[in-house]
């Protein structure tokens, strides 16, 4: 049982924006939802701190996708607490090579420069996820009442959590920098539409993203038209 959601905001390196993780509380502990990148760890420590989340009370660690700005703090967090990965199978191969482009179509030659100066995705970084979620994969032993959405575009392996209250967290699918809209960057655009096109039915009610802040669903069906 969901007893509330924590945005944390994590600052990108020169001044890139943001990145949102989603510290849930659940009647059993606490359910992170992506864990900013490395340069944030001292940061994201502090807010787990101060909203009451020690090391053995986190449960479990869900991985949106494998880039590096959602999953530079996961191999540190799970050494500290004990917490388990999760993540969908098709994206484990960025988080095991350090490499966000491993199974991604387009190249995004700048960014595919970039990244290593903006993120340093290291050895230390890297590590193999203890579960692999697939559409539908029910979380509940977990304390939360949610259920796996895959939801592939930006990256092949992306996933949501949609809650039993139907919220959802949706990595970078969807984002709201300026106004709730799809992600600037896709990897596969027709994969992304079909994704969106199946969240049109679930009823979604807020929609929690990885860059910007929460929106209601019906804000971004009224901008998408």
């Not at 905001?9 to 864990?35: C, E, H, N, Q």
């Not at 944030?40 to 700005?69: M, Q």
């Not at 607490?81 to 095991?96: F, L, N, P, Q, R």
């Not at 992306?158 to 959802?168: H, K, M, R, W």
Request: net charge neutral.
């Amino acid at each position: 049982m969901i007893e509330g959601i924590g945005t944390i905001s994590l600052a990108l390196p020169y001044r890139f924006g943001s990145v949102s993780s989603y510290l849930v509380k659940t009647d059993t502990g606490y359910v992170l939802i992506d864990t900013g990148c490395r340069k944030n760890r001292t940061d994201l420590e502090k807010e787990l701190e101060s909203a009451g989340c020690k090391p053995d009370s986190l449960k479990l660690i869900v991985l949106t996708h494998g880039d590096f700005d959602h999953t530079g703090n996961a191999a540190y967090l799970r050494e500290k607490t004990g917490a388990k990965i999760a993540m969908h199978y098709d994206d484990s191969g960025m988080v095991e090579r350090g490499n966000m482009f491993w199974n991604r179509k387009k190249s995004y030659f700048v960014i595919r420069m970039m990244t290593p100066v903006l993120f340093r995705f290291g050895k230390s970084e890297r590590f193999k996820p203890d579960l692999y979620l697939k559409d539908g994969d029910d979380l509940s032993e977990y304390g939360l009442n949610a259920r796996v959405l895959h939801i592939p575009g930006h990256s092949q392996g992306s996933i949501g959590v949609l809650t039993a209250e139907n919220d959802l967290f949706c990595g970078d699918l969807l984002e709201s920098t300026d106004k709730p809209d799809l992600n600037s960057i896709m990897d596969d655009v027709t994969a992304a539409n079909a994704s969106v096109k199946g969240l049109n039915k679930l009823g979604v009610r807020t929609v929690y993203p990885g860059h910007g802040k929460p929106f209601p669903m019906v804000e971004f069906i009224k901008n998408d038209q």
